[in-house]
Every structure is written in C-alpha cells, then in structure tokens.
Nanobody, 116 residues
Framework: QVQLVESGGGLVQAGGSLRLSCAASGSIFGIMGWYRQAQGKQRELVAAITAGGSTNYADSVKGRFTISRDDAKNTVYLQMNSLKPEDTAVYYC????????????WGQGTQVTVSS
C-alpha cells in the first residue's frame, strides 16, 4: 500500500507561481499524475509523467505547468506558473501501478486558490 501526501498549495494572485509536491511512502514506479477538481466540476487530469519521463498535459495548462519526478525521493512535483483564477481547485496526486491489474492510489488533495 502506497500513501501519497501532497503539499505546496495555497493562495496566490493571478500571474503568480506555486510548486506542488507529492511524497510517496513507497516506490513510485508507475505513472504519476496530478488531477484537479474545481467546485461543482468533475475531476480532470492536469499532467502526468511515466516512469520513463514522458509527460502529458491538459491543453489548458500547456506552457504554464511542468510535471517532474525524483524517483530517488519518491516524489513528484508540479510547477505552476502564470496561474489564472480558473486554475483554482483542489489538486490531487495520483499513482497508477500496473501489475496483474491496475491499481490507483490517491493523495488527500491540496487547495490551490488563485485570486484575480
């Protein structure tokens, strides 16, 4: 069982930056991702990174957000620049492990609020 703990959320003005961290209690060999859920909306994928370092981003954050991973520290990061009010949401860390079946692990979420 892997535990994921997010940190780094907070309140920031539009145009500002935040860096989210997700620390895992065990190996993060799998696909790591950041999702977000705004109030009244469905959870959506923001960015993902494979064990090999390939990345994928939602169109709405391309060019502004960067996902990275440090496997030695079992940690994944989300650098968020040029933040917009529409980025306001609870951000969740996710780990997908592929074995006989896919297993998803989720963090508890961290609030990001961008004021205009």
């Amino acid at each position: 069982q892997v535990q994921l703990v997010e940190s780094g959320g907070g309140l920031v003005q539009a145009g500002g930056s935040l860096r989210l961290s997700c620390a895992a209690s065990g190996s993060i060999f799998g696909i790591m991702g950041w999702y977000r859920q705004a109030q009244g909306k469905q959870r959506e994928l923001v960015a993902a990174i494979t064990a090999g370092g390939s990345t994928n981003y939602a169109d709405s954050v391309k060019g502004r957000f960067t996902i990275s991973r440090d496997d030695a520290k079992n940690t994944v990061y989300l650098q968020m620049n040029s933040l917009k009010p529409e980025d306001t949401a609870v951000y969740y860390c996710n780990l997908k492990v592929f074995g006989l079946a896919r297993t998803d692990y989720w963090g508890q979420g961290t609030q990001v609020t961008v004021s205009s």
